[in-house]
Protein backbone atom coordinates (compact mmCIF):
# COMPACT_ATOMS: atom_id res chain seq x y z
CA UNK A 1 0.00 0.00 0.00
CA UNK A 2 1.16 3.25 -0.64
CA UNK A 3 0.18 6.48 1.19
CA UNK A 4 0.81 10.24 -0.26
CA UNK A 5 2.83 12.32 2.77
CA UNK A 6 1.08 15.77 2.26
CA UNK A 7 3.33 18.70 2.22
CA UNK A 8 1.80 20.78 4.97
CA UNK A 9 1.93 24.74 5.87
CA UNK A 10 4.17 25.38 9.10
CA UNK A 11 2.75 23.82 12.16
CA UNK A 12 1.67 26.28 14.59
CA UNK A 13 0.91 26.80 18.42
CA UNK A 14 3.73 24.97 20.36
CA UNK A 15 6.52 26.04 22.71
CA UNK A 16 9.89 26.88 20.74
CA UNK A 17 13.06 28.08 21.77
CA UNK A 18 13.53 31.78 20.69
CA UNK A 19 9.69 31.67 20.51
CA UNK A 20 6.80 33.07 22.18
CA UNK A 21 6.05 30.46 24.78
CA UNK A 22 3.14 28.02 24.89
CA UNK A 23 0.13 28.88 23.14
CA UNK A 24 -3.17 27.68 23.85
CA UNK A 25 -4.43 26.91 20.65
CA UNK A 26 -5.15 22.80 20.91
CA UNK A 27 -2.70 20.20 19.38
CA UNK A 28 -2.98 19.57 16.03
CA UNK A 29 -4.30 15.70 15.41
CA UNK A 30 -1.37 13.62 14.86
CA UNK A 31 -0.88 12.71 11.19
CA UNK A 32 2.02 12.31 9.24
CA UNK A 33 2.42 15.98 7.66
CA UNK A 34 5.75 16.14 5.80
CA UNK A 35 6.65 19.95 4.99
CA UNK A 36 7.19 21.30 1.48
CA UNK A 37 10.74 23.34 3.28
CA UNK A 38 12.36 21.58 6.33
CA UNK A 39 13.88 24.85 8.49
CA UNK A 40 12.79 23.66 11.65
CA UNK A 41 12.61 20.80 13.77
CA UNK A 42 9.41 22.33 15.11
CA UNK A 43 8.16 21.79 11.59
CA UNK A 44 7.33 18.09 12.16
CA UNK A 45 4.97 16.67 14.11
CA UNK A 46 5.76 13.47 16.26
CA UNK A 47 3.84 11.29 13.74
CA UNK A 48 6.37 12.52 10.68
CA UNK A 49 9.29 12.73 12.72
CA UNK A 50 8.92 9.29 13.49
CA UNK A 51 7.68 8.58 9.84
CA UNK A 52 11.21 10.05 8.91
CA UNK A 53 12.96 7.88 11.31
CA UNK A 54 11.65 4.66 10.65
CA UNK A 55 12.28 5.72 6.60
CA UNK A 56 15.59 5.97 7.79
CA UNK A 57 15.88 2.61 8.74
CA UNK A 58 14.23 0.86 6.05
CA UNK A 59 16.47 3.41 3.86
CA UNK A 60 19.59 1.56 5.79
CA UNK A 61 18.30 -1.98 5.65
CA UNK A 62 17.40 -1.53 1.57
CA UNK A 63 21.20 -0.51 1.04
CA UNK A 64 22.76 -2.97 3.32
CA UNK A 65 21.97 -5.57 1.51
CA UNK A 66 23.34 -4.09 -2.00
CA UNK A 67 26.78 -4.65 -3.50
CA UNK A 68 26.63 -1.02 -5.21
CA UNK A 69 25.18 0.98 -2.21
CA UNK A 70 22.81 3.12 -4.50
CA UNK A 71 18.95 2.90 -4.85
CA UNK A 72 17.43 4.75 -8.27
CA UNK A 73 14.45 6.42 -5.79
CA UNK A 74 15.83 9.90 -7.25
CA UNK A 75 17.27 9.34 -10.66
CA UNK A 76 16.95 12.91 -12.49
CA UNK A 77 16.37 14.73 -9.71
CA UNK A 78 19.49 17.54 -9.32
CA UNK A 79 20.22 18.67 -5.47
CA UNK A 80 21.87 21.73 -4.99
CA UNK A 81 24.25 21.86 -1.71
CA UNK A 82 24.19 25.78 -1.01
CA UNK A 83 26.97 26.06 1.35
CA UNK A 84 27.58 29.51 2.69
CA UNK A 85 29.25 28.61 5.92
CA UNK A 86 32.37 26.13 6.95
CA UNK A 87 30.70 22.27 7.02
CA UNK A 88 32.24 19.21 7.14
CA UNK A 89 29.64 16.43 8.59
CA UNK A 90 26.98 18.09 6.77
CA UNK A 91 28.07 18.77 3.26
CA UNK A 92 29.96 16.04 2.50
CA UNK A 93 26.85 13.59 3.93
CA UNK A 94 24.05 15.50 2.14
CA UNK A 95 26.51 15.14 -0.90
CA UNK A 96 26.35 11.29 -0.09
CA UNK A 97 22.91 11.27 0.96
CA UNK A 98 22.01 12.38 -2.77
CA UNK A 99 24.52 10.28 -4.72
CA UNK A 100 23.49 6.99 -2.63
CA UNK A 101 19.45 8.12 -4.30
CA UNK A 102 21.20 8.73 -7.62
CA UNK A 103 20.45 12.22 -7.80
CA UNK A 104 22.47 14.85 -9.67
CA UNK A 105 24.11 17.20 -6.99
CA UNK A 106 25.81 20.11 -7.19
CA UNK A 107 27.93 21.51 -4.51
CA UNK A 108 28.20 25.40 -4.41
CA UNK A 109 30.28 26.94 -1.72
CA UNK A 110 30.19 30.89 -1.33
CA UNK A 111 34.12 30.61 -1.41
CA UNK A 112 35.30 30.70 -5.09
CA UNK A 113 31.49 31.68 -6.36
CA UNK A 114 30.16 34.71 -7.81
CA UNK A 115 29.10 35.72 -3.84
CA UNK A 116 32.32 36.40 -3.43
CA UNK A 117 32.14 39.22 -6.01
CA UNK A 118 28.97 40.62 -4.29
CA UNK A 119 26.52 38.48 -5.59
CA UNK A 120 23.26 38.57 -3.18
CA UNK A 121 20.99 35.78 -2.03
CA UNK A 122 18.26 36.74 -4.02
CA UNK A 123 20.42 36.13 -7.55
CA UNK A 124 22.21 32.74 -6.58
CA UNK A 125 18.59 32.00 -5.76
CA UNK A 126 17.31 32.84 -9.26
CA UNK A 127 20.33 30.87 -10.67
CA UNK A 128 19.88 27.77 -9.22
CA UNK A 129 15.82 28.52 -9.99
CA UNK A 130 16.99 28.64 -14.01
CA UNK A 131 19.41 25.51 -13.45
CA UNK A 132 16.15 23.59 -12.40
CA UNK A 133 17.39 22.79 -8.99
CA UNK A 134 14.86 20.02 -7.53
CA UNK A 135 16.23 20.79 -3.80
CA UNK A 136 18.30 22.82 -2.20
CA UNK A 137 19.97 22.37 0.90
CA UNK A 138 21.02 25.82 2.59
CA UNK A 139 23.85 26.51 5.41
CA UNK A 140 24.22 29.73 5.83
CA UNK A 141 25.49 31.92 8.90
CA UNK A 142 22.69 34.02 9.11
CA UNK A 143 19.33 33.09 10.73
CA UNK A 144 16.67 32.51 8.41
CA UNK A 145 18.28 32.47 5.10
CA UNK A 146 17.14 29.17 4.27
CA UNK A 147 13.41 30.65 4.69
CA UNK A 148 14.30 33.31 2.97
CA UNK A 149 15.38 31.46 0.05
CA UNK A 150 12.38 29.19 0.59
CA UNK A 151 10.68 32.52 -1.24
CA UNK A 152 12.72 32.78 -4.45
CA UNK A 153 13.12 29.02 -5.47
CA UNK A 154 10.41 26.10 -6.38
CA UNK A 155 12.71 23.46 -5.09
CA UNK A 156 12.31 22.05 -1.94
CA UNK A 157 14.70 24.17 0.78
CA UNK A 158 16.59 22.34 3.28
CA UNK A 159 18.11 24.57 6.30
CA UNK A 160 21.10 22.79 7.12
CA UNK A 161 22.65 25.22 9.20
CA UNK A 162 21.65 28.44 9.74
CA UNK A 163 23.27 31.14 11.99
CA UNK A 164 22.51 30.38 15.66
CA UNK A 165 18.59 29.22 14.11
CA UNK A 166 18.36 26.06 13.71
CA UNK A 167 19.92 22.89 12.40
CA UNK A 168 17.40 20.32 11.85
CA UNK A 169 18.50 17.14 10.12
CA UNK A 170 21.29 16.82 13.12
CA UNK A 171 18.31 16.65 15.58
CA UNK A 172 16.99 13.87 13.45
CA UNK A 173 20.67 12.35 13.30
CA UNK A 174 20.58 12.57 16.74
CA UNK A 175 17.39 11.18 17.65
CA UNK A 176 18.04 8.26 15.12
CA UNK A 177 21.35 7.02 16.80
CA UNK A 178 19.17 8.20 20.74
CA UNK A 179 17.09 5.54 19.45
CA UNK A 180 19.16 2.89 18.57
CA UNK A 181 20.39 2.80 21.67
CA UNK A 182 17.53 3.41 23.75
CA UNK A 183 14.63 2.40 21.86
CA UNK A 184 11.50 4.99 21.91
CA UNK A 185 12.24 8.16 23.76
CA UNK A 186 9.58 9.04 25.79
CA UNK A 187 10.07 9.51 28.61
CA UNK A 188 14.04 8.60 28.12
CA UNK A 189 16.12 11.07 30.09
CA UNK A 190 18.85 13.30 27.89
CA UNK A 191 21.00 16.01 29.40
CA UNK A 192 22.34 18.51 26.97
CA UNK A 193 25.29 20.31 28.31
CA UNK A 194 27.07 23.45 26.84
CA UNK A 195 26.67 26.64 24.76
CA UNK A 196 22.73 26.97 24.60
CA UNK A 197 23.22 30.32 23.73
CA UNK A 198 24.82 29.57 20.06
CA UNK A 199 23.76 26.63 19.42
CA UNK A 200 21.31 25.76 16.34
CA UNK A 201 21.91 22.04 17.44
CA UNK A 202 20.27 22.77 20.49
CA UNK A 203 17.12 24.13 19.69
CA UNK A 204 16.89 21.66 17.01
CA UNK A 205 17.21 19.03 19.63
CA UNK A 206 14.85 20.77 22.03
CA UNK A 207 12.14 20.90 19.34
CA UNK A 208 12.34 17.17 18.12
CA UNK A 209 13.37 15.60 21.34
CA UNK A 210 10.22 16.97 23.48
CA UNK A 211 8.28 16.06 20.50
CA UNK A 212 9.20 12.55 21.14
CA UNK A 213 8.32 12.67 24.15
CA UNK A 214 11.99 12.89 26.07
CA UNK A 215 12.54 15.17 29.15
CA UNK A 216 15.39 16.90 28.32
CA UNK A 217 17.30 18.93 30.82
CA UNK A 218 19.67 22.07 29.71
CA UNK A 219 22.70 22.62 31.67
CA UNK A 220 24.96 25.75 31.24
CA UNK A 221 26.80 28.99 33.17
CA UNK A 222 23.61 31.08 32.93
CA UNK A 223 25.53 33.54 30.46
CA UNK A 224 25.31 30.64 27.58
CA UNK A 225 21.64 30.41 28.29
CA UNK A 226 19.23 32.32 25.80
CA UNK A 227 16.45 34.91 27.15
CA UNK A 228 13.38 33.07 27.49
CA UNK A 229 14.42 30.02 27.82
CA UNK A 230 12.49 29.24 30.76
CA UNK A 231 9.69 29.35 28.05
CA UNK A 232 11.47 26.23 26.34
CA UNK A 233 9.83 22.72 27.13
CA UNK A 234 12.64 21.98 28.86
CA UNK A 235 14.51 21.93 32.88
CA UNK A 236 17.21 23.87 33.27
CA UNK A 237 20.62 23.32 35.74
CA UNK A 238 23.65 25.12 35.96
CA UNK A 239 24.76 22.07 38.20
CA UNK A 240 26.44 19.70 36.06
CA UNK A 241 27.09 16.39 38.43
CA UNK A 242 23.77 16.15 39.89
CA UNK A 243 21.98 16.35 36.32
CA UNK A 244 23.85 13.24 35.16
CA UNK A 245 22.75 10.87 38.00
CA UNK A 246 21.31 8.35 36.16
CA UNK A 247 20.37 10.39 32.94
CA UNK A 248 19.99 8.03 29.62
CA UNK A 249 22.13 9.84 27.72
CA UNK A 250 24.59 13.39 27.57
CA UNK A 251 24.58 15.51 24.41
CA UNK A 252 27.82 17.46 24.55
CA UNK A 253 28.05 21.19 22.70
CA UNK A 254 30.35 22.42 21.12
CA UNK A 255 31.53 26.01 22.74
CA UNK A 256 31.19 28.74 19.81
CA UNK A 257 34.37 30.78 20.56
CA UNK A 258 34.02 32.23 16.72
CA UNK A 259 30.93 34.06 17.98
CA UNK A 260 31.20 34.99 21.43
CA UNK A 261 32.00 39.15 21.29
CA UNK A 262 32.77 38.77 25.02
CA UNK A 263 33.92 37.14 28.18
CA UNK A 264 30.93 34.32 28.56
CA UNK A 265 33.03 32.24 31.39
CA UNK A 266 36.41 33.45 32.83
CA UNK A 267 38.77 30.93 31.55
CA UNK A 268 38.36 27.87 29.31
CA UNK A 269 40.23 25.66 32.20
CA UNK A 270 37.40 26.84 34.55
CA UNK A 271 34.94 26.02 32.06
CA UNK A 272 36.29 22.32 31.33
CA UNK A 273 36.06 22.49 35.49
CA UNK A 274 32.82 23.30 35.48
CA UNK A 275 31.26 22.14 32.45
CA UNK A 276 33.30 19.42 30.76
CA UNK A 277 32.58 16.15 30.34
CA UNK A 278 35.57 13.80 32.06
CA UNK A 279 35.33 10.35 32.74
CA UNK A 280 34.51 10.77 36.45
CA UNK A 281 31.40 12.60 35.22
CA UNK A 282 30.72 9.61 32.25
CA UNK A 283 30.30 7.56 35.28
CA UNK A 284 27.47 9.35 36.87
CA UNK A 285 25.15 8.87 33.84
CA UNK A 286 22.97 5.13 33.48
CA UNK A 287 25.04 2.47 32.57
CA UNK A 288 23.32 1.90 29.79
CA UNK A 289 24.22 5.51 28.52
CA UNK A 290 25.38 7.01 25.89
CA UNK A 291 27.65 10.09 24.86
CA UNK A 292 26.49 12.33 22.13
CA UNK A 293 28.29 15.34 20.28
CA UNK A 294 27.34 16.78 16.77
CA UNK A 295 30.95 17.35 16.39
CA UNK A 296 33.57 19.05 15.28
CA UNK A 297 34.87 19.20 19.16
CA UNK A 298 37.23 21.50 20.78
CA UNK A 299 38.83 18.59 22.92
CA UNK A 300 40.00 18.71 26.08
CA UNK A 301 37.35 21.79 26.62
CA UNK A 302 34.05 20.45 26.13
CA UNK A 303 35.03 16.71 26.37
CA UNK A 304 37.83 14.90 26.98
CA UNK A 305 39.45 12.75 24.41
CA UNK A 306 39.05 9.75 26.85
CA UNK A 307 35.20 10.13 26.86
CA UNK A 308 34.69 11.36 23.47
CA UNK A 309 36.61 8.42 22.39
CA UNK A 310 35.51 5.72 25.04
CA UNK A 311 32.73 3.55 26.00
CA UNK A 312 29.20 4.33 25.46
CA UNK A 313 30.59 7.60 22.82
CA UNK A 314 28.59 7.44 19.80
CA UNK A 315 30.03 10.65 18.23
CA UNK A 316 31.44 8.54 14.99
CA UNK A 317 28.15 6.50 15.08
CA UNK A 318 25.99 10.19 14.79
CA UNK A 319 28.53 10.90 11.27
CA UNK A 320 27.41 7.69 10.10
CA UNK A 321 23.41 8.02 10.85
CA UNK A 322 23.73 11.38 9.20
CA UNK A 323 23.83 9.94 5.66
CA UNK A 324 21.00 7.59 6.19
CA UNK A 325 18.35 10.04 7.66
CA UNK A 326 19.58 13.07 5.20
CA UNK A 327 18.72 9.90 3.23
CA UNK A 328 15.20 9.91 4.05
CA UNK A 329 14.67 13.47 4.39
CA UNK A 330 15.75 13.86 0.66
CA UNK A 331 13.35 10.79 -0.32
CA UNK A 332 10.67 12.32 1.62
CA UNK A 333 10.71 15.75 0.24
CA UNK A 334 11.42 14.70 -3.34
CA UNK A 335 9.13 11.97 -3.92
CA UNK A 336 6.00 12.53 -1.53
CA UNK A 337 5.47 9.06 -1.53
CA UNK A 338 6.46 6.08 0.57
CA UNK A 339 5.51 2.35 0.97
CA UNK A 340 3.56 2.04 4.51
CA UNK A 341 3.47 -1.31 4.99
CA UNK A 342 5.89 -3.60 6.38
CA UNK A 343 7.01 -5.00 2.53
CA UNK A 344 7.80 -1.49 1.17
CA UNK A 345 10.20 -1.04 -2.33
CA UNK A 346 12.37 1.28 -0.77
N1 LIG B 1 27.49 18.92 13.15
C1 LIG B 1 27.78 19.74 12.10
O1 LIG B 1 26.92 20.47 11.60
O2 LIG B 1 29.06 19.63 11.63
P1 LIG B 1 29.63 20.44 10.37
O3 LIG B 1 29.71 21.88 10.76
O4 LIG B 1 30.98 19.81 10.11
O5 LIG B 1 28.70 20.23 9.22
Known sequence: MTATVQHAPKEQGRPRPGGDGPSSEPAAPE??????????AGDLNRAT?????????????????????????????????????????????????AKRLSADVITFSAKGSSVSKGESLKDTAWTLQAMGADAVVCRHSSSGAPQQLSAWVDGHVINAGDGTHEHPTQALL????????LGALAGRRIVVVGDVLHSRVARSNVLLL????????????????????????????????????????????????????????????????SYGLDERRRALIAPHGIVLHPGPMNRGMEITPQVADGAGSVIVEQ?????????????????????TSSGGSL
Open 174 to 181: DAYTLRRH
Open 49 to 97: AEHVLSTAQRLEQAIAGREVRKLPTLRGRTVVNLFFEDSTRTRISFELA
Open 31 to 40: QISLPRHLLS
Open 210 to 273: STLGAEVTLVAPPTLLPVGVQSWPVQVSYDLDASLVGADAVMMLRVQRERMSGAFFPTAREYSR
Open 319 to 339: VANGVTVRMAVLYLLLSGEIE
